[in-house]
């Protein structure tokens, strides 16, 4: 059997990690056994933040319908209550939003669920 020079692989699956791991810091960016290391790190942090990020998200619409509700004299479990009760289908994700750039528009909001 004839011999298999797998060189050009090598290479190309080395340019690759580099690649993943350019703007590192340290020997992370250039060195391949601390490189795989770091891209592999980097990969597993980035699933985990992609999660992460959607429940900070979420804590971020309480708390700003926490104070809007509350420039309206009610408190957040209140006003979830009460939207509930009046079959308004907006999410608390579209209610934040409008809470925090159109005030007007949350105050008549609150107004008809009262």
Known sequence: MPRVKRGI????????????TKGFKGGLKNRIKLAKVAAIKAGVNAYEH???????NRSLWLIRLNAAARMHDLSYSKFISLIKKANI??????????????????????????
């Open 50 to 56: 992609r999660r992460t990020k959607k429940r900070t």
């Open 9 to 20: 692989l090598h290479a190309k699956r080395r340019k690759n990690l580099l690649k993943k």
């Open 89 to 114: 289908g907006l999410d608390r994700k579209v209610l934040s939003e409008i809470a925090y750039k159109n005030p007007e528009i949350f105050a008549k909001i609150v107004e008809k669920i009262k």
